[in-house]
Nanobody, 126 residues
């Protein structure tokens, strides 16, 4: 059974940091790309970042470049998203998702991804 389990969300103040984790199981980790998405109330789900677990290629949305960092520990089947310099507009539920590399095309398209986690809430607190 494929599972993606996110953790690490929480309440954070201006300029604060969080590290989200996405623990994967049930598939061959190296054969997949793992993406992070977020969805704020009343907004569409948007791609935040993605990593190709085979060749390590990384993608970021312009809105998070320089502030967020994605990384992967293939030995632990876990992908991390380090969130720094958080802003109010970063408040959202953050999801990780997986797509087999043979089907991987547009990293920021939620429709590409086959498997999803349950999400973890990140809330900016002023």
């Amino acid at each position: 059974e494929v599972q993606l389990v996110e953790s690490g969300g929480g309440l954070v103040q201006a300029g604060g940091s969080l590290r989200l984790s996405c623990a994967a199981s049930g598939f061959t980790f190296d054969d997949y790309a793992i993406g992070w998405f977020r969805q704020a109330p009343g907004k569409e789900r948007e791609g935040v970042s993605c990593i190709n677990n085979s060749d390590g290629t990384i993608y970021y949305a312009d809105s998070v470049k320089g502030r967020f960092t994605i990384s992967s520990d293939n030995a632990k089947n876990t992908v991390y998203l380090q969130l720094n310099s958080l802003k109010p507009e970063d408040t959202a539920v953050y999801y990780c998702a997986a797509v087999p590399l043979v089907l991987f095309n547009i990293w920021y398209s939620a429709y590409e991804y086959m498997y999803w986690g349950q999400g973890t809430q990140v809330t900016f607190s002023s």
